[in-house]
């Protein structure tokens, strides 16, 4: 056996770590000793998910690719946060900080790009080496560490460039809370993707989202002596802000190729088989140029570094690497985009096949030459790339009906497009997964989606391809395709079922959310578990629960509802809708009062404050003289009613009094996620009942129907009669009998609609009206000690919980759900 080769491989990045896993999985770790160099004292991160860690979304160890502990178990010498200072071709020697020397036969550089920082005044310090205090770049785990720490006392922040890095640093921002402003030199988002009208729309929402952009702005200096206070703009203008994100492209790291005589353009020269103008020397990824090409999507770094595991290897010795077709499927604040080849016609004879939905936020756009597909890009939908990717890749003749490209005409159009694919066609672009590999893995034994993504990476990126990911699973695995224990997790930080869970709960008398996980979760906390398990804790126990307020979000711990710009929402509770003169006058003082900004009559007949400050809410709630209306948590709301026979002409039942009952018994009851009501006083419904998690509907005879598991959001669903009753008082005993069945048996975050076709209404009824499992006696008397737990939380405006608990000092902890819960809470 020939003795082993030395390679050494400058840069530990996405390139160059995948470049070394090419290798040692063709088998190189037995042709060569390998050594790398990492900039940062880290394993290999993925760099895609940086914005999941900015916005709070993902843990920065769940981000690694690789751990330290991987290269020691792959016999891979890595100098960790170890700077390469020079190359010296002479000696074949690598030189880093600290005078670290390693020899190499091979040496491949993977430098990749470092931010580009446009000349802007006042970006350094005048009083220190560095970026003025708020100054930021977007590129690192470190970097994401500043800006978050930062964020934590700034009221606003502008991120400067509009491309796909900034808008991705914009959206980490918002969900921290920060008031957020893009700036971008030219006259739309992401303009080297988009063309104007899908930059347009991106725009219209992400300002819909809260961020605000600003185009056509050349920003000419950073205000502030010492930290930022603005920026100011060449046309004159300027903003304020608190701290800036540079985020205006990159640049390849070509200096060190350069003083060591190697040729360089725009980035280091490399022929078809990533060879620079040295015959031992490579390089591979953002650093390199390729035929005038430098790339900065991942998807081109993969195929660089394949090429060169074979050839290095010799798997393939005639490998070469050709150059790469263009295309990235994504999302960008949450918002699907899908991009390929040209984004506008070259020639006068190019068809373009266009549609546009702006209402929807759905843009999509087609070049074609010749019946072949040059370029295309999908904004809001991208139920068709999989198919255009094909068309695109493979230069395949299009249909004649271009309509069938940019819409699912059938049922099985999605799936069958998926099937058809072929094997080498790239599935995940954040981590380079082939359909091939997809597969293989499933005949490798990977028959579920959790194992199937943590065994290749796909889906584990931004998660756009994750639906074609369990696609492929799902035609792939066949009967074999098995389920994830973890599906039935009540909380992802806990591995037990909701049952299990409540089980284990009551008999270790764990009654703090801190205990559960000290006990249950081997010591460990998972921040997006904590909501969920005080919900359930709150129901277990009533007053007996141990409030943890780091637990809960920022609405649960003010009780009141977040808005944007960090103000708050303020419902106080109008039982059944019904107010009086006295109440209506101390709500209009209250506003001038506290000069409330918006004062606006909610769909669940209640009146909402909109704009209160934080420091006011306790001067807000003792004014009002009039309990919370629980619009910020997931518990009962309201019960919506009309004015029934009372006075109406049509009704049969005093629905109005009813519904009084109603929220007067059940109001602030915690359940898995919000709860509406309403009680009408005939089948003409006026009041909705039928789309209500729980209605109640007078009939002819002085009867009501109660109807379970309806929905008028976003999903519709008419509800499912569950029992007719003769009174008022039977009439609460199932309402109550169900909402306890309801606590005690759905998941975290399952609306009632969801649970009722989940459990099915006929084992609903059975269990609530015909008690056939012998438990009605239980759930009466649970649903009662949750009532006689109640305590109207505004009550805290006269014993805060803390000192601080009313002060404007917002951290990013409180912060973070803002934007991503907001839609949840309304009313």
């Given at each position: 056996?020939?003795?082993?080769?030395?390679l050494?491989?400058?840069?530990?990045?996405?390139?160059g770590?995948r470049?070394v896993?090419?290798?040692?999985?063709?088998?190189?770790g037995?042709?060569?000793d390998?050594?790398?160099?990492?900039?940062e004292?880290?394993?290999n991160?993925n760099?895609?998910?940086?914005?999941g860690?900015l916005?709070?979304?993902?843990?920065?160890?769940?981000i690694?690719?690789?751990?330290?502990?991987w290269?020691?178990?792959?016999?891979?010498?890595?100098?960790?946060?170890?700077r390469?200072q020079?190359?010296?071709?002479?000696t074949?020697?690598?030189?880093?900080?600290?005078?670290?020397?390693?020899?190499?036969?091979?040496?491949?550089?993977?430098?990749?790009s470092?931010?580009?920082v446009?000349p802007?005044?006042?970006?350094?310090s005048?009083?220190?080496?560095g970026?003025k205090?708020?100054?930021?770049?977007?590129r690192t785990?470190d970097?994401?560490?500043?800006?978050a720490?930062?964020a934590?006392?700034?009221?606003?922040?502008?991120?400067?460039?509009?491309?796909?890095?900034?808008?991705?640093?914009a959206?980490?921002?918002?969900?921290?809370?920060?008031?957020?402003?893009?700036?971008?030199?030219?006259g739309h988002?992401?303009?080297?993707q988009?063309?104007?009208?899908a930059?347009?729309?991106?725009?219209?929402?992400m300002?819909?989202?809260?961020?605000?952009?600003?185009?056509?702005?050349?920003?000419?200096?950073?205000?502030?002596?010492?930290?930022?206070?603005g920026?100011?703009?060449k046309?004159?203008?300027?903003?304020?802000?608190?701290?800036?994100?540079?985020?205006?492209?990159?640049?390849?790291?070509t200096?060190?190729?350069?003083?060591?005589?190697l040729a360089?353009e725009?980035?280091?020269?490399?022929?078809?088989t990533m060879t620079?103008?040295?015959?031992?020397?490579?390089?591979?990824?953002?650093?390199?140029q390729?035929?005038g090409m430098?790339y900065?999507?991942?998807a081109?770094?993969?195929?660089?570094?394949?090429?060169?595991?074979?050839?290095?290897t010799?798997?393939k010795?005639e490998?070469?690497?050709?150059?790469s077709?263009?295309?990235?499927?994504?999302?960008v604040?949450?918002?699907?985009l899908?991009?390929?080849?040209?984004k506008e016609?070259?020639?006068?004879?190019?068809?373009?096949?266009?549609?546009?939905?702006?209402?929807?936020?759905?843009?999509?756009?087609l070049i074609?030459?010749?019946?072949?597909?040059?370029?295309?890009?999908?904004?809001?939908?991208?139920?068709?790339?999989?198919?255009?990717?094909?068309?695109f890749d493979?230069?395949?003749?299009?249909?004649?009906?271009?309509?069938?490209?940019?819409?699912d005409?059938?049922?099985?159009?999605?799936?069958?497009?998926?099937?058809d694919?072929?094997?080498?066609?790239?599935?995940c672009?954040c981590?380079?997964?082939?359909?091939?590999?997809?597969?293989?893995?499933?005949?490798g034994?990977?028959?579920?989606?959790?194992?199937?993504?943590d065994a290749?990476?796909?889906?584990?990126g931004c998660?756009?391809?994750?639906?074609?990911v369990?696609?492929?699973?799902?035609f792939?695995?066949?009967?074999?395709?098995?389920?994830?224990?973890?599906?039935?997790?009540?909380?992802?930080?806990v591995p037990?079922?909701?049952p299990?869970?409540?089980?284990?709960?009551?008999?270790?008398?764990?009654?703090?959310?801190?205990?559960?996980?000290?006990?249950?979760?081997n010591?460990?906390?998972?921040?997006?578990?904590?909501?969920?398990?005080a919900?359930?804790?709150?129901?277990?126990?009533?007053?007996?629960y141990?409030?943890?307020?780091?637990a809960?979000?920022?609405?649960?711990r003010v009780?009141a509802?977040i808005?944007?710009?960090r103000?708050?929402s303020?419902?106080?509770?109008?039982?059944?809708?019904v107010t009086s003169?006295?109440?209506?006058r101390?709500?209009?003082?209250v506003a001038?009062?506290?000069?409330?900004p918006?004062?606006?009559i909610?769909?669940g007949?209640r009146?909402?404050?909109?704009?209160?400050?934080?420091e006011?809410?306790?001067g807000?709630?003792?004014?009002?003289g009039?309990?919370?209306?629980?619009?910020y948590?997931?518990?009962?709301?309201?019960?919506?009613?009309c004015v029934?026979?009372?006075?109406?002409?049509?009704g049969?039942?005093?629905?109005?009094?009813l519904?009084?009952q109603?929220?007067?018994?059940?109001?602030?009851?915690?359940?898995?996620?919000?709860?509406?009501?309403?009680?009408?006083?005939?089948?003409?419904?006026?009041?909705?009942?039928?789309?209500?998690?729980i209605?109640?509907?007078?009939i002819?005879?002085?009867?009501?129907e109660?109807?379970?598991?309806?929905?008028a959001g976003s999903?519709?669903?008419?509800?499912?009669?569950?029992?007719?009753?003769?009174?008022?008082?039977?009439?609460?005993?199932?309402?109550?009998r169900?909402?306890?069945?309801?606590?005690?048996?759905?998941?975290?975050l399952?609306?009632?609609?969801?649970?009722?076709?989940?459990?099915?209404?006929e084992?609903?009824?059975?269990?609530?009206v015909?008690?056939?499992?012998?438990?009605?006696?239980q759930?009466?008397?649970?649903?009662?000690a949750?009532?006689a737990?109640?305590?109207?939380?505004?009550?805290?405006?006269h014993?805060?919980?803390?000192p601080s608990?009313?002060?404007?000092?917002?951290s990013?902890k409180e912060?973070?759900?803002?934007?991503?819960?907001?839609p949840?809470?309304?009313?």
């Open positions: 056996m020939s003795e082993k080769q030395k050494v491989v400058i840069g530990n990045g996405m390139a770590a470049f896993e090419d290798l040692l999985a063709r088998g190189g037995n042709q060569f390998i050594v790398m160099f990492g900039d004292p880290y394993g991160y760099r895609i998910l940086l914005s860690v916005s709070g979304t993902h843990q920065a160890q769940d690694f690719i690789n751990s330290l502990a290269y020691e178990e792959n016999n891979v010498k890595l100098h960790a946060g170890v390469v020079r190359i010296d071709r002479i074949k020697t690598v030189i880093g900080a600290d005078d670290i020397a390693e020899s190499y036969d091979k040496l491949v550089i993977a430098t990749g470092s931010p580009f446009p802007v005044e006042g970006i350094k005048d009083e220190r080496e970026n205090d708020g100054v930021f770049v977007f785990l970097d994401c560490d500043g800006i720490k930062y934590e006392n700034a009221k606003s922040a502008a991120v400067i460039g509009g491309g796909l890095l900034g808008l991705e640093a959206r980490g921002l918002a969900n921290r809370g920060v008031e957020t402003h893009v700036v971008h030199l030219m988002l992401m303009d080297v988009l063309d104007g009208k930059g347009k729309m991106l725009r219209n929402s300002e819909q989202m809260g961020v605000n952009v600003h185009t056509e702005k050349a920003t000419t200096a950073i205000l502030g002596n010492g930290h930022v206070t920026l100011q703009f046309d004159g203008s300027a903003l304020e802000c608190d701290m800036v994100v540079i985020s205006a492209g990159i640049r390849p790291n200096q060190l190729a350069k003083d060591a005589g360089v725009r980035g280091i020269v490399v022929d078809d620079t103008d040295d015959p031992d020397i490579y390089s591979v990824g953002e650093c390199a390729h035929r430098v900065g999507l991942v081109p770094l993969w195929e660089q570094t394949a090429v060169l595991a074979d050839r290095l010799g798997r010795t490998a070469a690497y050709t150059g077709k263009l295309s990235t499927k994504l999302k604040m949450g918002v699907d899908a991009v390929m080849g040209r016609p070259e020639n006068d004879d190019d068809e373009v096949v266009l549609y546009s939905e702006p209402s929807r936020g759905v843009y999509k756009k074609v030459r010749d019946g072949k597909l040059l370029g295309a890009m999908l904004l809001g939908d991208t139920s068709t790339a999989a198919t255009l990717l094909q068309s493979r230069g395949s003749e299009l249909p004649e009906n271009r309509a069938e490209l940019l819409f005409l059938s049922g099985e159009t999605k799936s069958q497009s998926v099937a694919l072929p094997d080498d066609a790239q599935i672009n981590n380079g997964v082939s359909k091939g590999a997809i597969v293989g893995a499933v005949k034994g990977c028959t579920s989606l959790k194992k199937l993504c290749t990476r796909a889906g584990t998660g756009a391809c994750k639906p074609q369990e696609e492929i699973l799902q792939s695995a066949g009967d074999l395709l098995t389920e994830d224990a973890s599906a039935h997790y009540y909380v992802p930080g037990l079922a909701k299990e869970l409540i089980a284990a709960i009551q008999a270790q008398n764990l009654k703090s959310v801190s205990a559960v996980f000290a006990a249950l979760a010591g460990k906390e998972d921040p997006g578990s904590k909501a969920g398990l919900s359930l804790l709150k129901t277990i126990w009533h007053d007996q141990e409030d943890e307020r780091d809960r979000f920022i609405n649960d009780h509802n808005q944007k710009d103000t708050f303020v419902v106080p509770r109008i039982y059944g809708g003169p006295d109440e209506l101390r709500i209009a003082d001038d009062k506290y000069q409330v918006m004062v606006k909610t769909g007949q009146i909402d404050l909109l704009g209160v400050k934080k006011d809410l306790p807000v709630w003792k004014d009002l009039m309990p919370s209306g629980h619009a948590t997931k518990a009962f709301r309201t019960c919506k009613t029934g026979s009372e006075f109406c002409r049509f049969v039942g005093d629905s109005t009094g519904g009084i109603i929220e007067r018994k059940f109001q602030g009851i915690e359940f898995p996620h919000k709860l509406k009501m309403a009680t009408t006083g005939c089948p003409r419904n006026c009041s909705e009942a039928t789309t209500k998690d209605g109640l509907i007078a002819e005879g002085g009867k009501w109660v109807v379970v598991g309806g929905a999903k519709v669903r008419k509800a499912d009669l569950l029992v007719t009753v003769d009174s008022h008082e039977d009439a609460l005993l199932y309402t109550g169900f909402m306890q069945y309801y606590r005690a048996n759905a998941k975290y399952e609306r009632t609609y969801d649970f009722v076709e989940r459990i099915g209404i084992k609903v009824r059975q269990v609530v015909e008690d056939s499992e012998g438990i009605a006696a759930l009466d008397a649970d649903i009662e949750a009532v737990a109640y305590v109207d939380p505004w009550e805290e405006a014993t805060p919980q803390h608990q009313f002060v404007n000092l917002l990013a912060t973070a759900q803002i934007r991503s819960l907001q949840a809470y309304g009313d």
